[in-house]
DNA sequence: TCCATGACCGACT
DNA sequence: AAGTCGGCCATGG
């Protein structure tokens, strides 16, 4: 039974699958996942631990953006990890869905 | 047990 | 073209 796996861990499968090189939206993830929001996927990838398996830089919100403040350390690390794996930032740091997105 | 908040999104003005 | 408002589920005090 998937009692164990709430709809929080299966947004956690989802965004697993985003292959390296791509990102995807929240909103993107939770249509994934009937029943979710995109404020859930948020919520969930605040919640994941250092070290974690889940790729939570691919994640991005729908206007192309690092959803964190540029002041926080989360920021850089995200931001690294994405263009070391290939995806590119315009000038206003924004990630072109066209180009880079997953669906 | 109830209330408020959160790494958001879409529609409307 | 840009800013504002409500809604969605789960977690913490």
């Known amino acids: 039974m998937d009692s164990g796996r709430n709809s929080f861990d299966r947004l956690l499968d989802v965004v697993r699958d985003i292959p390296a090189g791509r990102v995807a939206s929240y909103g ?16 969930a990838l605040s ?9 939570w830089h691919r994640v ?3 206007a192309g953006r690092i959803s964190l403040p540029q002041e926080d350390g989360a920021y850089a690390e995200q931001r690294a ?23």
């Not at 249509?31 to 929001?37: F, I, K, Y």
């Not at 590119?88 to 997105?101: K, Q």
């Open 47 to 55: 919640g994941l631990e250092q070290g974690t398996d889940v790729p």
């Open 28 to 43: 993107q993830v939770s249509a994934q996942v009937l029943g979710t929001t995109p404020r859930m996927v948020g919520f």
């Open 60 to 62: 991005i919100n729908a």
């Open 81 to 103: 990890r994405l263009e070391a794996e290939g995806v590119e930032f315009s000038t206003s740091d924004r990630i072109d869905f066209d180009a880079f997105g997953w669906l």
